[in-house]
């Protein structure tokens, strides 16, 4: 048990907060409180049930789980101690769970928050005559019940994001990662059509407490089991794929980029004053188009255009264009949350190698740019693939003469609206991210971060409450609104860059995790 205990303990040291300072974990957990009461005010059904709060802290806890897993799994496999770990006395098994059980006390500590958030969005639902209040037996049945079935399903979701080494590196699996990514999304897109169909169902006895703690009964004497399976599973193959990575192809991909880059060097004029910038900028994307050569990248990069396009045909064939929308948001607002992630991540990643990118003759706003460019350009090009996709399925529509012009012209007039916002929301918020920097100047900053680090995560919600109110009442969009936010936003976003560049160098003078801070920049 004491191995078991110091492997987790390694683990869970990656990410603790508590490296950042003595106080910043208890911050971080109240601003995630008021963070997300904040937001469960400005959602439109917290008012048809004393469910609701409870039933969006489930969703919730499930993406955010099982992102931070998968997260966790990819960085495990190109981090540069993945050999020493695997290199440890003990089963491929043994050490995997040793990371299920870091993440699940990690996702325990997001649990305490958002369920504190969800009882004080109740109390104050409640407050405000949204509806009846239960008794006091009832409201604590209906917390137990609740709590209950999120503990079952945490283990399920950390496995689920572990496993998926299984498809970045087995190619037999190759086709199952599209399946494995609609997983993630699923129950929200559910609840999304089926709260969207009938108000009822919040009430309906599916999510009542009773079947709620059959469903999590039903997770402990299934799921759980299958659960230890599956690790066995990703332990056997993904462990073993990630032990047994390409490392000479990796090589030689990487001397093929050098060498590309190098040839550039020798430009004139404009093209040669861009040179440095531009190498920079292909140094960070080269692993990007490395990871797109994958077979399961490739394959995803054929299905999903191909399913959004049948989607689109099929929707507005049956005048269902609402429905199109509520399957295509979430997706744009998925890229936008990975977007932010994968910045989050970059930060990070780039302090161990910052002494060098600063050696190179470039400005620290040109190399805090080419890093930002690179998450920018590559979420981009995702959001427009959907856009095209969807795009071309209506055209077919029309030309076969499933839609008339006006449902069509209506429907495109949303997906662009939704397009646009989604591009708005992905700069400001990675332009938001770089005050990261300035938060190792001043520790009062840390209590600004940590809402912007979630703005990401919880775009699709504050979107979803703002900026789409007319669509299911048949109004147009409102491009107006999406002008004046614009108007706002992006200043307050690009001001953040040359804030960020000026501190960009303090990484070195104050490594993440120690408590003394530098006075001056």
Not at 234 to 248: E, H
Request: overall charge positive.
């Amino acid at each position: 048990m004491s191995l078991m205990k110091t492997l987790v303990n390694l683990e869970y040291s990656r990410y603790s907060l508590s490296r950042r300072g003595k106080h910043y974990s208890l911050l971080a957990a109240l601003a995630i409180i008021f963070l997300l009461f904040m937001t469960g005010l400005n959602l439109e059904r917290i008012r048809v049930s004393e469910r609701v709060p409870f039933i969006y802290a489930s969703l919730l806890l499930w993406s955010v789980v099982t992102a931070l897993s998968a997260l966790q799994m990819v960085t495990f496999m190109n981090r540069s101690q993945r050999d020493w770990i695997l290199s440890f006395p003990h089963s491929r098994l043994k050490l995997l769970y040793a990371q299920l059980f870091s993440l699940l006390r990690h996702s325990l500590n997001i649990t305490l928050a958002v369920l504190a958030a969800a009882v004080i969005l109740y109390y104050y639902s409640v407050r405000e005559d949204w509806y009846q209040p239960l008794t006091a037996p009832g409201f604590l049945y209906q917390l137990s019940a609740y709590t209950l079935f999120i503990l079952a399903f945490l283990p399920l979701a950390v496995a689920l994001g572990l496993g998926v080494s299984l498809f970045l590196r087995s190619r037999l699996s190759a086709l199952l990662l599209f399946p494995y990514l609609m997983i993630w999304i699923l129950p929200f897109m559910a609840e999304s059509a089926l709260g969207a169909a009938n108000q009822d169902f919040y009430t309906s006895a599916p999510v009542s407490s009773g079947r709620v703690l059959l469903a999590a009964l039903a997770l402990c004497l299934a799921g759980w089991p299958l659960c230890h399976l599956f690790m066995k599973l990703i332990a056997g193959k993904g462990m073993n794929a990630a032990a047994t990575a390409d490392r000479p192809s990796a090589h030689r991909s990487g001397s093929r980029t050098a060498s590309r880059t190098l040839r550039i060097k020798s430009g004139r004029g404009a093209a040669g004053r861009l040179t440095p910038y531009l190498l920079l900028y292909r140094l960070h994307i080269s692993r990007v188009h490395r990871i797109e050569k994958h077979l399961a990248i490739r394959i995803l990069k054929l299905i999903v255009p191909l399913l959004i396009a049948a989607v689109a045909y099929f929707g507005f064939a049956l005048e269902e264009e609402v429905v199109i929308l509520d399957f295509i948001k979430p997706l744009f607002s998925m890229l936008v949350m990975l977007g932010s992630i994968w910045m989050t991540l970059r930060t990070g990643i780039e302090r161990k190698h910052l002494s060098w990118l600063l050696s190179f003759p470039q400005s620290r706003l040109a190399l805090l740019l080419s890093g930002i460019a690179v998450v920018w350009t590559t979420v981009m090009r995702a959001l427009s693939v959907l856009m095209l996709s969807a795009c071309a399925g209506s055209v077919t529509a029309l030309l076969a003469g499933r839609t008339g012009m006006e449902e069509w012209s209506h429907g495109i007039a949303w997906l662009l609206y939704s397009y646009l916002l989604s591009a708005l929301a992905l700069t400001v918020v990675l332009g938001l991210l770089q005050i990261e920097y300035c938060t190792l100047k001043s520790r009062v900053l840390n209590i600004i971060m940590l809402p912007v680090a979630l703005l990401g995560p919880l775009n699709g919600f504050v979107l979803n409450r703002f900026m789409y109110s007319g669509l299911h009442s048949g109004a147009a969009p409102d491009f107006g609104l999406l002008g004046l936010t614009a108007l706002i936003a992006l200043p307050l976003a690009l001001c953040c860059l040359p804030a960020g560049a000026a501190c960009y160098h303090l990484s070195l003078i104050q490594p993440a995790g120690k408590k003394t801070w530098p006075k001056e920049a």
